[in-house]
């Protein structure tokens, strides 16, 4: 019996194996984590797509619901060509700002208290109850007082997407902290490291790729919380004329609503994983 090649890992290349019949390829394609080829993965994101857009379609046209509460793809194209019309520019314009101001604000605040909360122990008993403690507590909640200490400006807007996403980094990027192998910290102390440079190279590095994550999924739930944001005074933005569609019955005008934040949300994702990728080429497979 021959001997197989082994890959880095020790284990047997698959590229190495002889070819498998049809029906085996495709099982071991099946296995958790296994590769499939690129096409297939075009084809499937794709698909992802049109094939819901079909189904909508098709119920739309069954007539099975009303236009009022199911319209058809190709009213939502009409609404959204005469909101491109009327406005749609800066409605969109505005709602990236909130979402992106509150987000910087709380990551730029959650960052380093997540930080001190899983490093120190002190910090931790001081904190980590508080946050733990609020961060249950829905930011709609928080509507009338936001409104009587910022008013009824562009803070009031941020300040409602920075309660909603800070107690969330908080607790995530502590967990990061504390993931990081006490052996690092030992060694960093046995070669003479003082108290900050072990924050800087031992700490901060070694959660550099968890955070960025972090803040990818905390971008999303920033604009999860733009609706609630703009119900607040607002008289312009995506959230608040999805809101103003409700209440005059324009469920197109909804979607196209929905479906911009969430090709939004979507753009901001694949920028953050576009970062991931030039920042640290040695995680990726």
């Keep these: 019996m021959s001997a197989q090649p082994l890959d880095a890992g020790g284990s047997v290349s698959l590229a190495a194996q002889p070819s498998q019949p049809g029906g085996q390829r495709w099982q071991s394609r099946l296995r958790i984590r296994a590769a499939i080829p690129r096409w297939v993965y075009i084809v499937l994101s794709i698909s992802g797509f049109v094939l819901p857009l079909i189904a909508w379609q098709w119920i739309a046209a069954s007539g099975w619901m009303g236009s009022l509460f199911l319209p058809s793809p190709l009213d939502v194209v009409h609404s ?30 959650g ?23 609020v961060r249950y507590m829905p930011a709609s909640a928080f509507i009338p007082l936001v409104l009587l200490w910022v008013g009824i400006g562009e803070g009031s807007k941020i300040a409602i997407i920075f309660i909603g996403v800070i107690f969330q980094i908080i607790v995530m990027v502590a967990d990061a902290v504390r993931r990081v192998p006490e052996n690092y910290l030992e060694v960093a102390y046995t ?15 070694g959660i550099l790729p968890e955070l960025l994550d972090i803040l990818r999924i905390n971008m999303g739930w920033a604009w999860t919380y733009l609706v609630v944001a703009e119900m607040v005074a607002a008289n312009s933005g995506l959230g608040f004329q999805i809101l103003q569609s409700q209440r005059f019955l324009n469920t197109p005008k909804i979607f196209v609503g929905i479906f911009i934040i969430g090709l939004i949300g979507l753009l901001f994702d694949l920028a953050f994983r576009w970062i991931y990728r030039l920042a640290f080429p040695w995680k990726r497979a």
């Design 80 to 109: 959204f060509v005469d909101w491109t019309q009327n406005g749609l520019s800066n409605d969109t314009l505005i709602s990236i700002y909130r979402v992106v101001m509150g987000f910087v604000l709380a990551a730029a605040i």
């Design 111 to 133: 960052v380093p208290l997540g930080i001190y909360i899983g490093a120190y122990k002190w910090f931790e008993a001081l904190l980590q109850p508080v946050n733990d403690f």
């Design 191 to 205: 070669m003479g490291a003082r108290q900050g440079e072990v924050m800087q190279l031992v700490i901060w590095r």
